[in-house]
């Protein structure tokens, strides 16, 4: 006894070591099963979802089986097969992570539709049956259903549309399968494939085009050029706007800017051109004028039909303009959704919609691209122009915030994002927005340049020269800036570096101001002078501060009464500090003119759009107003604007009032509500 109790003070631990081996080793037998089990749970969930596939695709391709819409063509675009990890191929239905070996190409890169989001091999997207979005129904009675499968995870539909249409039980699947569905490309209602034959008999499977049904133009007023030409009915339109804008651009270069009434050609955003064959070859541009139906088609449109025609981006701010022209394909008809590029302005698409009554336009990107849009609207000579809302995809996004769109992204990539936005662009209110043009001349007077035309601000000195060092940062290394929370950290860095070098110390005794033909003096630690027309700067700073009382010689900024606001900044760290809210701008003056002489070269930028101006004066006029759509979900006023302007296009489209008569009203309205 004595030997062994010696043992156990000599090894105490013993037993407790070998009680902690044993525990971990459950623990670890138990997580390893734990993973096992999960892991044949993923593996088992994935066959039945590639299960559910297969039977959709047979009952497609089973001649029996009732689908009478129209059938369309993917759009296929190469794509890097690390991008469709998750997807599994239309065609063979394997995982598209699974190389195959073909070559190095066919490892590299798969096929991916811009419009439904389908995925497929290079060597299988030939075989891809004819399923994707259908653009066109002219000639149709009603709209129908495009049930299709959905090949992507659906993150812009609300929770509501996951119960089939027919039986009301829910479609999302349980663990252990359940029926198969299938999902309607226009209405993004589901039903279950065994439900569909039901209700098909009951309903004819027409489809009312959903909740933004307002906001599509329904493929009932698309119409094809040419009923003859190969690849199906419009087999090719749905490769997008732009394709359709490279077949007109030439004609449209050779138009008059003045349209003159008789002359013009019928309105169809569709297919104004010979589309050619199956592969998308646009032959050679022609405006149709023989077919004598399609102006009037556009006006059979429903009266409370509210046309959305978007414009994207892809180079603003967090560049993800393939994700939301993808997403927006599903949600609108693919003609409505236009890729903005240096080649490719938004001309196109105002011309495509010019007779299309009561079309409102969506920008996706940032003030720059606003301002191209405004500018091209401009250009169109609208009796009464579009109103525009703004998705901001930008750095600053100053103009989306003050029109309540917000600053960024964020609120399109929640569950149901993009379906919300959508929702308060149909009942956004019409408010206006004054334009400013900035004319640059010599010394002499004489102009020296084309004019710009300002929305948001006029930046000269400290503040330009940030936006101009981050603008040459861009053009060098366009991957640096993927995102909108990354951009601002290099706003901050390149500011931060300007803190130490007072590049603009003499800038008072090197630029002259004038306000209304008054002189305005410029403070000694002025580094910088800014011309404003809203009450947003460099991503939400108020510049003016309207509720600054203080200031009683001043009156409040209004982004529609015809002012400007002109304020000095001291610097780079003056810069940072407003942006944390813990200083104010200098106010100077207001006015409706303003006239600036630049005696030494200064970095400028209007509305973040940066250059390097020489010695030059520069004159900031009144230049027009545009109709803006501003978010009213949390405004009274708001609302109540939203309505007048609904009520004044119902009651043009009665011929009650014209157009002109509705800009009036309309510009009023926004006055009186503001």
Known sequence: MDDDGRLQALFPNVEAGESRIFIMSCFAAALTGILTILYTAFQWRRNINVSWRKAIARSKKNPKAR?????????????SVSRGKS???????????????????????????????????LSCSSNAHKDCKCVSMFGYEHVLHQWAVRW??????????SFCSYCEEPCTGSFIGGSPIWCCMWCQRVVHVDCHSNMSLESGDICDLGPFRRLILSPLFVKELNPSSSGG???????????????VRASIRSQSKKYKQGSESSSDPCNKCNLGDGEGTAE??????????????FHDLPGDARPLLVFINKKSGAQRGDSLKQRLNMLLNPVQV?????????????????KVPHFRVLVCGGDGTVGWVLNAIDKQNFVSPPPVAILPAGTGNDLARVLFWGGGLGSVERQGGLCTLLHHIEHAAVTILDRWKVTIADQHGKQIESPKYMNNYLGIGCDAKVALDIHNMREENPEKFYNQFMNKVLYAREGARGIMDRTFEDFPWQIRVEVDGVEIEVPENA?????????????????????????DNFDPQSMHDKILEVVSI???????????????????????????????????????EPWSQKPCTMFVTHHGQAFMLKRAAEEPLGHAAAIIADVLETAETNHVINAAQKRALLQEMALRLS
């Open 570 to 608: 001291s610097g780079t760290w003056h810069l940072g500090t407003l942006q944390v809210g813990l200083s104010r701008a200098k106010r100077l003056a207001q006015g409706q003119t303003v006239k600036i002489q630049l005696f030494a070269p200064f970095p400028v930028q209007v509305d973040g």
């Open 233 to 247: 009915l419009l087999s090719t339109i749905t490769q997008g706007a732009n394709e359709i804008a490279s077949t």
């Open 67 to 79: 689908y009478k819409a129209p059938v369309s063509a993917h759009m296929w675009s190469l794509e």
């Open 527 to 551: 580094e910088g002078v800014l011309v404003a027309n809203i009450g947003s700067y460099m991503g939400g700073v108020d510049l003016w501060q309207n509720e600054d009382e203080t200031f």
């Open 284 to 297: 050679s541009p022609q405006i149709s004028n023989s077919s004598p139906g399609l102006e009037e088609s």
């Open 152 to 161: 992507t995870e659906v993150t812009d539909q609300p929770d509501e549309t």
């Open 87 to 121: 997807l599994c191929c239309c065609v063979c239905y394997k995982s598209m992570s699974t190389s195959q070996p073909l070559g190095p190409m066919e490892d590299a890169f798969i096929h991916r539709c811009g419009i439904c989001g389908a995925a497929a091999h």
């Open 338 to 354: 236009f890729e903005l590029s240096s080649t490719e302005g938004p001309e196109v698409g105002l011309y495509l919609f010019r």
